[in-house]
């Protein structure tokens, strides 16, 4: 919680529980949700497609988020969740016989994200039921099994369905919410931010709640919770079904932005991304998803970006030097692992905490109201 | 008046460079370089930027140089996905080359929908039906026929008459396959059911698949569960270095099955890792090798010590000659369209599809390929399968099938799959 600017207090427990508590954060939540909506006017194509990536980052980063960084479960296998959730939901719209009523009406596709979300949900508990009993790096194995396990039956079991072989091409025109076809950068973008931001609020009312209470006791003290009448076994369980929800989600959507599904998008690889995500951004923190998301997609994506220039003046004009560029890609493999050493060492609690000091400096100058 | 001469001379060589500008055409290129595959992948990428050069060096498009935007993208779809979106929207690229068959099936359905002929190294047979993915192309035999030339050439020449076989043939045994390849790969699993299907067509039975990873350093489990098959004959899906290991485990617990590996996974480097473990391993090339001396070879390597100098010729392989094919057929379609004055994605498709007999650079049997027919119809360039063999510790050629001659009647329905 951050501090208030000076004169700024509260009289209930309500107006001191909102979400946005002064005019100056309203203000910057509609910027900020205009500035979301006006994007595909203001920037081109590529940006989209690396903003609904960073979205799809964020989703998938939510319940890894929740595991660890609120309820202190540690998670090294959330890719096979989110595969979980782009698995039901593209064998849902392609090979399910829906009435030709829910067809046109563009039922299929939200119905089969619902049930992605459960499916994805109830998938994680069956992993999380060792986290009765175990903690750390025996845990640290079982999700670790859960991504191998659910990749392996993914891969023998349900890529073998429909003559493929192995992925499923969703064909344009199948992934439809009502009338809106999603089938340009636009809408995949559109579509992206409406659930990241439905799944933020969602998560952030959540830890508000009675069970994000007993998430964050779990996490600080499993005795001492359990002693104070927290059933852990019972809230370990939710944590790992509301994780699996969220990844079930991201994965749903991401079929929409690829049109296609294939066990190579969810390798191991995604499940230790999304863990470097929450640490770059900040353990427990909601705004630290977003801010890690951001940041691993742009240092790629600005590496990219370096790359290429470079390129356009060496392949062209000194073409013998074009080996240079080859050179520098391995940094970019590097660098992400780097970054997250960079953190650990320089920045352990992430950037959110980096922008929660910037924000208070704002507050605190030159005095402010404490409530002391 | 200097001044003024000066001033002449900076307005001019901005209006030289504005005009040189224009004469570009912007070509992007999405590679391995530091993913799974990146094994093979460096190599391939070499290969293009030469040829790149190369053909810049004579020419060009007509006398346009081409730009060519190549990135690496870990073997990663997503970052396949927002590369590409930046080739089409700010290097406003005329033709796609691609790596993978994940990122290149993942992004069929865009390329399509944005009508960019893509040139892919994933020789999917899934991308060469024009009716399901009209902008896709490869530059070789597609992995399904390619499979399905390996075991027929395999079956007619090293079963059906080597001393190895002789008592099991004359026993009345049927012979048995077994793939080795990583499930989770589209890549290798692309022509597993092709493979299949042809080992039915050829009386040969089918064990268990194997799972290996296209990272294997182990494959012992796989091997031995091989060799309580029985299998006669392995399929090696993966590329070089994964199929490496599965070669020396084999030979280490004396599983003697003979080996055919799928198009990237028999090079120089597996060659010098299996030594006599790999002997007789089969693989049908897409083109020949860089020390072969087939007609513009002198070119390629000419233009690997002009290029890269660092790279020593010795550690080149075939993925270099496959770069150069790849380019070459890009550059065609490239050039046909710009001679008709337009260079967007149907034209360019046009152009592709409108090649007959076609061999790289216009000469025959240029890079050891051809020849080569696209059709609107069928994007299959070649029904030919170039076969190698490792002999003695060099890859000599073993035998060339036609399979549309040898399977007339199949040819048709092996279409896209």
Not at chain 2, 76 to 100: N, S
Request: aromatic share 14%.
């Amino acid at each position: 919680m951050s501090y208030l600017p000076c004169g700024t207090y509260f009289e209930s427990y309500a107006d001191d529980q909102k979400w946005w508590r002064t005019n100056f954060i309203k203000g910057k939540m509609i910027f900020m949700v205009l500035l979301l909506v006006a994007a595909p006017y203001i920037v081109g194509s590529q940006w989209l497609s690396v903003f609904y990536t960073i979205n799809y980052y964020i989703l998938a980063a939510l319940g890894v988020q929740l595991l660890i960084g609120y309820c202190g479960q540690i998670t090294l296998g959330h890719a096979a969740f989110v595969a979980v959730g782009g698995y039901t939901s593209a064998m849902m719209v392609l090979f399910l016989p829906w009435p030709q009523f829910m067809v046109d009406a563009g039922l299929v596709y939200p119905i089969s994200i619902v049930c992605a979300g459960f499916t994805a949900g109830l998938w994680s508990v069956l992993f999380g039921l060792p986290s009765a009993r175990v903690k750390g790096f025996y845990l640290i194995m079982t999700t670790m099994a859960a991504q191998w396990i659910t990749l392996r039956l993914v891969i023998t079991q349900l890529s073998k369905i429909g003559g493929r072989e192995q992925s499923f091409p969703l064909p344009p025109g199948v992934i439809k919410i009502g009338p809106w076809v999603i089938d340009s950068d636009d809408k995949i973008y559109y579509f992206s931010v409406i659930l990241v931001l439905i799944c933020l609020i969602a998560m952030g009312n959540l830890l508000r709640s009675k069970m994000g209470r007993a998430w964050i006791a779990i996490r600080d003290n499993d005795i001492a919770a359990e002693t104070m009448g927290v059933n852990i076994v019972v809230y370990k369980l939710l944590a790992f079904f509301v994780a699996g929800f969220f990844a079930g989600i991201a994965g749903a959507f991401w079929i929409s932005a690829l049109f296609f599904v294939s066990p190579e998008n969810y390798e191991w690889f995604y499940s230790l991304l999304w863990v470097g995500i929450i640490l770059i951004g900040g353990v427990g923190s909601i705004q630290g998803i977003v801010f890690g998301s951001a940041f691993v997609v742009m240092v790629f994506k600005l590496l990219e970006m370096s790359v290429l220039s470079l390129s356009d003046v060496l392949m062209v004009s000194y073409p013998e030097w074009g080996w240079v560029t080859t050179k520098i890609i391995f940094f970019k493999e590097s660098a992400f692992g780097l970054a997250i050493i960079f953190f650990l060492i320089y920045e352990p609690n992430g950037l959110s905490y980096r922008y929660w000091q910037i924000k208070n400096y704002f507050n605190l100058w030159p005095f402010s109201y404490t409530g002391k | 008046m200097s001044k003024r001469i000066f001033l002449f001379s900076l307005v001019l060589a901005l209006a030289c460079s504005m005009a040189y500008a224009a004469e570009e055409i912007s070509v992007g290129s999405i590679n391995d370089l530091t993913g799974a595959t990146s094994d093979v992948g460096k190599d391939a990428a070499l290969g293009v930027r030469e040829c790149v050069a190369y053909i810049n060096d004579s020419g060009g498009i007509n006398g346009k140089k081409i730009k060519l935007r190549l990135f690496d993208y870990g073997y990663r779809v997503p970052e396949a996905i927002t590369i590409y979106k930046r080739f089409r929207d700010q290097d406003k690229i005329k033709l796609l080359m691609q790596w993978g068959t994940g990122d290149t099936e993942a992004l069929s359905p865009t390329v399509n929908k944005d009508k960019m002929v893509t040139i892919s190294d994933s020789m999917s047979g899934h991308l060469c039906d024009p009716a399901k993915t009209p902008y896709n192309f490869v530059y070789s035999t597609d992995y399904s026929t390619g499979a399905r030339g390996c075991l027929t050439g395999w079956y007619e020449n090293v079963w059906k008459k080597s001393d190895k076989w002789k008592s099991a043939r004359e026993a009345g045994k049927k012979p048995k396959l077994v793939c080795f390849y990583m499930f989770a790969s589209p890549y290798a699993s692309a022509p597993i059911k092709a493979i299949k299907d042809q080992a039915a067509l050829l009386g040969i039975e089918v064990a268990r698949d194997q799972d290996v990873s296209l990272t294997a350093l182990d494959a012992k489990s796989q091997v031995l569960a091989a060799k309580e098959d029985e299998a006669n004959v392995v399929w090696h899906g993966n590329t070089a270095m994964s199929v490496a290991t599965a070669i020396k485990d084999s030979y280490a617990l004396k599983f003697d099955a003979d080996n055919l590996t799928n198009l990237w996974g028999l090079d120089k480097n597996l060659v010098r890792l299996t030594g006599k473990a790999g002997e007789g391993a089969i693989f049908p090339a897409p083109c020949a090798f860089v020390e072969d001396e087939v007609p513009y070879m002198d070119k390629v390597r000419e233009y690997c010590k002009k290029i890269n100098p660092g790279v020593p010729m010795d550690k080149r392989d075939v993925h270099t000659s496959q770069g150069w094919l790849k380019v070459s057929l890009a550059a065609a379609g490239l050039k046909i369209a710009d001679k008709k004055g337009n260079l967007d994605g149907p034209s360019v498709k046009a152009a592709l599809e409108s090649l007959k007999d076609w061999y790289p650079f216009d000469t025959k049997n240029a890079l050891g390929v051809g020849p080569f027919t696209i059709t609107d119809k069928d994007h299959r360039p070649t029904p030919v399968v170039s076969l190698y063999r490792i002999k003695d510790g060099k890859i000599v050629l073993f035998e060339k099938i036609n399979m549309k001659e040898k399977f007339p009647e199949q040819w048709a329905k092996w279409l896209g799959w």
